[in-house]
């Protein structure tokens, strides 16, 4: 399959919101806590689109998006002391039909890739502490854990914790 990596664009919209309440569902059958189903709105999506900071995978011959991520250049709120340039990936999302074809490792890629011609120090990314196996994917993937972030108020039992990765682009 050939795929092209690119900005996504206004009509991208919709089928990246499907392919992300695709994963919330498969995740959440699964027990795995990862995203909250249905926590991301669509008019979300196309501000985050509209600011350039989604980029999708598209199978050429199918004209169909089999991938998608965020890449945004700070992220105060889950990296709030950091100062050094780096690129930040969210929302990383994969076609479950796609899964195991390196279709993850070719966005990340992507993103190492684009972090570096922008001058960035590092690549970062985090993932709820207790995705066991998403955090062997990211370490797989060369990133390393330096962290983590604490989120939320027991009392209302919204409490999480996100460990912090980063992978060197120098």
């Not at 027990?31 to 980029?55: D, N």
């Not at 998403?134 to 390393?144: K, P, Q």
């Amino acid at each position: 399959m050939i795929v092209d990596v690119v900005r996504a664009v206004d009509t991208d919209g919709p089928e990246i919101l499907a392919l992300r309440h695709s994963a919330e569902d498969w995740l959440a059958e699964r027990g795995i806590i990862q995203w909250h189903p249905r926590e991301i709105t669509l008019e979300q999506i196309r501000a985050q689109i509209s600011r350039g900071e989604f980029v999708v995978a598209r199978d050429r011959v199918q004209s169909r998006i089999v991938g998608a991520l965020r890449l945004i250049w700070s992220d105060p709120a889950v990296w709030p002391d950091s100062d050094e340039p780096a690129g930040y990936v969210h929302g990383l999302v994969i076609d479950r039909a796609f899964s195991g074809t390196s279709m993850g490792e070719r966005l990340l890629g992507w993103a190492l890739r684009r972090s570096a011609e922008e001058g960035a120090q590092y690549l970062r990314l985090d993932c709820v502490e207790t995705n066991v196996r998403l955090r062997r994917y990211y370490r797989d993937a060369g990133f390393v854990e330096v962290g983590r972030r604490d989120f939320g108020d027991v009392v209302d039992n919204g409490w999480f914790s996100v460990v912090l990765f980063e992978r060197s682009l120098t």
